[in-house]
């Protein structure tokens, strides 16, 4: 009988698949997605390129560019009963990725399994899901504040027209510096919520359970929901004088100080560091006190904890971006979800082509049982 190998605690190192879609290099500080530097086609390209690379495999020419904008652009509005069932399950309490999950259900009724289904419709499934997702979590941040949604304009960008259905924000540059934003974080590797959605994927199941698989675990705080929390710490701290204590305070009491530290990264966030690029053509308070604040927590770690090394991760500039562009703290996590779900949908369907059940094993330490 073969002994099953003891994998360390978060499967951290452990492959347990092959893809095409990204590859994370984290002792260089770089990730690409099919064999494209990420972080220079966040800085070159539209998201909807972006999203043509992941899904298909390569950057489109510029008539099919163009042609795919517009097949998922036709894609992004919603119909009437999904904006009703939103007015009927939003509150000014709720959160918006809460509310994708009520729409994305609905939408998701009567779902075939993936692998009954031929390729091209498997594709549909998967742009439209991607398509819808920034329409419904606009939708749903403007009815918690009590405000209409807004219809989505099938003729713009994706990140645009995200932008202004959720704030009412028309001005280019800060839909440039979102879409920037958004291109850096469609896709990371293996991180908690991709694998959650390859594990259903893997059991053939429809692309609606996927993604509800792969947002709950986005809803954590230790993964999709890091970017609020990021620039919460830069209100607490507040002058950036203020810094070396904060720090030393959060050491003492064994803290996580959100905004630092990858699990993969052993090096500076390359998405961080673009980020920063971005943040420094806004020159805003808020811009200034980030940069200040970046460079004394750095400092502070190195002298507190010699030998262990915290960068700033994508959240921290992160969050300083979106609220650059108007969005509110509330709307972070689903700015990022409205990325990462051309991963989720791109991830999906490769794990459903491979056609093998996910299904590991558990070590079992609790109270021994003898068999008579």
Request: some cysteine; proline content about 6%; glycine content about 8%.
């Amino acid at each position: 009988m073969t002994t099953p190998l003891i994998a360390p605690a978060g499967l951290k190192n452990v492959i347990v698949t092959d893809t095409e879609i990204g590859d994370v290099r984290g002792e260089e500080g770089f990730f690409h997605y099919r064999g494209h530097d990420a972080t220079a086609l966040a800085r070159d390209v539209r998201f909807e390129d972006a999203w043509h690379l992941v899904l298909f495999g390569s950057l489109p020419e510029a008539d099919a560019a163009d042609a795919f904008q517009a097949r998922v652009g036709a894609l992004r509005p919603v119909d009437g009963s999904t904006v009703d069932l939103l007015r009927t399950t939003v509150r000014p309490e709720t959160e918006p990725m809460h509310a994708l999950r009520v729409a994305l259900a609905a939408l998701g009724l009567g779902d075939r399994p993936l692998m009954d289904l031929p390729e091209e419709e498997r594709t549909e499934a998967a742009l439209r899901s991607a398509a819808v997702t920034p329409t419904i979590l606009a939708a749903a941040h403007r009815l918690a504040r009590g405000e209409e949604p807004a219809d989505a304009d099938p003729s713009a960008g994706h990140a645009a027209d995200y932008l202004r259905m959720a704030t009412g924000n028309t001005d280019p540059a800060d839909a440039a510096a979102l879409q920037t934003y958004l291109v850096a974080t469609i896709d990371h590797g293996f991180n908690a919520s991709t694998f959650a959605g390859r594990v259903i994927a893997s059991t053939g199941s429809d692309m609606t359970s996927c993604l509800l698989g792969a947002l709950g675990a986005f809803l954590g705080p230790l993964h999709g929901g890091a970017p609020s929390r990021a620039l919460a710490a830069l209100d607490e701290i507040g002058d950036p004088s203020n810094t070396r204590e904060w720090v030393r305070d959060k050491i003492a009491r064994d803290e996580r100080i959100m905004g630092f530290g990858h699990a993969v990264y052993r090096t500076h966030d390359p998405r961080s560091e673009l980020l920063k690029h971005v943040a420094r053509r806004y020159d805003s308070p808020l811009v200034r006190q980030a940069l200040q604040v970046e460079a004394e927590i750095e400092s502070a770690i190195n002298e507190l904890k010699p030998g262990r090394r915290l960068y700033a991760n994508v959240e921290y500039y992160a969050g300083v971006v979106m609220s650059e562009v108007g969005l509110p703290p509330s709307m972070f996590t689903p700015t990022f979800g409205v990325a990462r779900v051309v991963g989720w949908t791109a991830n999906v369907l490769e794990q459903v082509r491979q056609g093998k059940i996910i299904r590991p094993s558990a070590r079992y330490v609790g109270t021994r049982f003898a068999v008579a």
